[in-house]
């Protein structure tokens, strides 16, 4: 039981480009959400999904494109990279107890 | 006005010490709370739920003040481990599926 897995761990981009950061959970969870976490600030909410072909958008969701084409499965695509996507990128899944279960995360660099 | 606030410290005690701290939440109609803990440049990890009627785990104890809006963290006999960030969670204005965090409270266990 891995639990969330993200990848990469680090990626440096430069301004303009486009890329996928992956997510996958083992844990057969419907909820799944991709957060951005700033210095100073809490994380915040990009983009989140209820189940397979159901995602929405959260607080801060320019810039990102989710599909949820599997439960296991939650990637989040960059479309045009810019310096202010700069970040640390979190993935979740979350229980129907109500408790969230966090991937390692993906630190960004966009130069 | 942030819809969760937390003092960020750091809180700076010695060991064996006992530390308390609170978050406030702006949204009355909140269900669900709880405390994560975040190690420097890792993922947040679920701590402790925390119940109408207070709860502890081992050292931690967590209450809720309704009528205050605030939830509280307290840690007896704190050890060297007990330093990290400690994030304040609790469930969105609009959907209970969103969770709302906040920036964290830094706590430093020196020997």
């Known amino acids: 039981n891995a639990g969330v897995t993200q990848t990469p761990k680090f990626q440096v981009l430069k301004t303009g480009q486009s890329m996928t950061l992956q997510c996958a959970q083992d844990m057969n969870h419907e909820y799944m959400s991709w957060y951005r976490q700033d210095p100073g600030m809490g994380l915040r909410l990009i983009h989140y999904s209820v189940g397979a072909g159901i995602t929405d958008q959260g607080e801060v969701p320019n810039g990102y494109n989710v599909s949820r084409s599997t439960t296991e499965d939650f990637p989040l695509r960059l479309l045009s990279a810019a310096p202010s996507q700069t970040s640390v990128y979190f993935c979740?899944?979350?229980?129907?107890?109500?408790?969230?279960?966090f991937g390692p995360g993906t630190r960004l660099t966009v130069t | 006005r942030k819809e969760v606030e937390q003092d960020p410290g750091p809180f700076n005690v010695p060991e064996g010490a006992t530390v308390a701290f609170n978050c406030t939440y702006s949204n009355s109609a909140s269900q669900s709370f709880f405390w994560y803990r975040q190690d420097c440049r890792k993922e947040p990890k679920l701590l402790m739920s925390?119940?109408?009627s207070g709860n502890e785990d081992g050292r931690f104890t967590a209450q809720l003040n309704r009528a205050s809006q605030y939830i509280s963290l307290l840690i007896r006999d704190s050890k060297l481990s007990d330093s990290a960030t400690y994030l304040c969670?609790?469930?969105?204005?609009?959907?209970?599926?969103?969770?709302?965090f906040g920036a964290g409270t830094t706590v430093t266990v020196r020997a």
């Open positions: 969670v609790v469930n969105s204005l609009f959907n209970d599926y969103k969770l709302s």
């Open positions: 925390v119940y109408s």
């Open positions: 979740a899944s979350r229980s129907t107890g109500g408790w969230q279960y």
